[in-house]
């Protein structure tokens, strides 16, 4: 368990993400932390992200938050396998987004918190699945399913 959000860890040419970068001064500043075998974020969206039903948050908004956790989980659970702390790398491990599905089960509110939760289905070479779970209190909005790709060392420069 860390006290630190795994975005943290990001070096500056990587904290640029609208969704989670800490050197975005727009951005939404989304923070994911890894527990064990899960990772967690939470996010409390305002009427600004409203969407087609009133008083919900537009599904593109919903796309987002699970896609810079997905991707930060990505990372956090290859250090976990590699036995390492996002902090404790030589090099940034960073993964970006290949595909994600998302499937919209409830609309989601806005004006409460949002958790969102990752859980590793498959590590294989620089190749991640995620699953990911959007919830409003007990009530499960949304769930995804992405797959992500490591950068190799070259593609940062």
Known sequence: MSTRAIQDSYPPEFAHCYGCGTGNPHGH?????????????????????????????????????L????????????????????????QPIRFVTASLK????????????????GRLRSLEGRKAWIDLILSAGDVTCAVGDMLAIR???HARR
């Open 102 to 117: 998302v499937d919209f089960r409830q609309p989601t509110p806005f004006g409460i918190e949002l958790v969102i939760k």
């Open 67 to 90: 896609d810079c956790h997905g991707a930060a989980s990505a990372a956090a659970f290859s250090c976990q396998k590699e036995g390492r702390h996002v902090d404790d790398t030589p």
């Open 29 to 65: 500043h989304l923070k994911s932390y890894l527990f064990g075998d899960e990772t967690v974020a939470r996010f409390t969206p305002d009427i600004r992200y409203s969407g087609g039903v009133p008083d919900h948050v537009y599904g593109g908004m919903i796309a987002s938050l």
């Open 151 to 153: 950068l190799q060392d």
